[in-house]
């Protein structure tokens, strides 16, 4: 299973999936930007935030997890 949403803004892309890893692309190049790992099972639910600076991501393993992928950009 692979899960995918785009940015609000059209830039990036966000995977997830049954490796537990969420994965941030540059949707222009489709250059991985970022890799963040926490799940212990697969990734089942995935949402950036409306400011596009954080991805949720939903696990199996019951897991609920706030990525800061853009914390530090206006």
């Known amino acids: 299973m692979l899960l ?3 940015s609000h803004n059209g830039k990036y892309v966000a995977t997830g999936g049954t490796e537990g890893i969420v994965r941030l692309w540059e ?3 489709f ?3 970022s890799e963040v ?3 212990s ?3 089942n639910s995935l949402q950036w935030t ?3 600076k954080q991805i949720v991501s939903g696990g ?3 897991s609920i997890f706030l990525w800061c992928v ?5």
């Not at 853009?70 to 206006?74: C, I, M, Q, S, T």
């Open 4 to 6: 995918f949403i785009r």
């Open 27 to 29: 949707l222009e190049s």
């Open 31 to 33: 250059t991985m930007v």
């Open 37 to 39: 790992s926490g799940h």
């Open 41 to 43: 099972n697969t990734i």
């Open 50 to 52: 409306p400011d596009d």
């Open 60 to 62: 199996e393993d019951g």
């Open 70 to 74: 853009f914390a530090d950009e206006e």
